[in-house]
């Protein structure tokens, strides 16, 4: 069973950059596809990045040319560098795995099967 945690959420300004981590456990050399997602107060969850073993990946509109999704997969560890931070990025932010090799065109929470608990981003205008 792959177990998910997340790491690098903090309180930043407007205009700053975090790296979040996202490291997998319990399965070696894992091929599925990984994503990121967040939710904000009152919202639902919403699809944010997600890439393939070998590193195809997609964006969010909201969040295209300034946050970069990255694997690496000889450490089974996920990344999301965000940059030029804004306020409405504020938000939990979770890692999540589907044992699939594509990922889903259109992120939907409920076509990933295995989640990690999330990490807290806050962006203060």
């Known amino acids: 069973q792959v177990q998910l945690v997340e790491s690098g959420g903090d309180s930043v300004q407007a205009g700053g950059s975090l790296r979040l981590s996202c490291a997998a456990f319990g399965y070696s050399g894992f091929s599925g596809c990984m994503a990121w997602f967040r939710q904000a107060p009152g919202k639902g969850r919403e699809g944010v990045a997600s890439i393939r073993v070998d590193g195809s990946s997609k964006y969010a509109d909201s969040v295209m040319g300034r946050f970069t999704v990255s694997r690496d997969n000889a450490k089974n560890t996920l990344y999301l560098q965000m940059n030029s931070l804004k306020p409405d990025d504020t938000a939990m932010y979770y890692c999540?795995?589907?044992?699939?090799?594509?990922?889903?065109?259109?992120?939907?929470?409920?076509?990933?099967?295995?989640w990690g608990r999330g990490t807290q981003v806050t962006v203060a205008s």
């Open positions: 999540a795995a589907r044992v699939t090799f594509d990922c889903p065109v259109i992120q939907r929470p409920e076509d990933y099967t295995i």
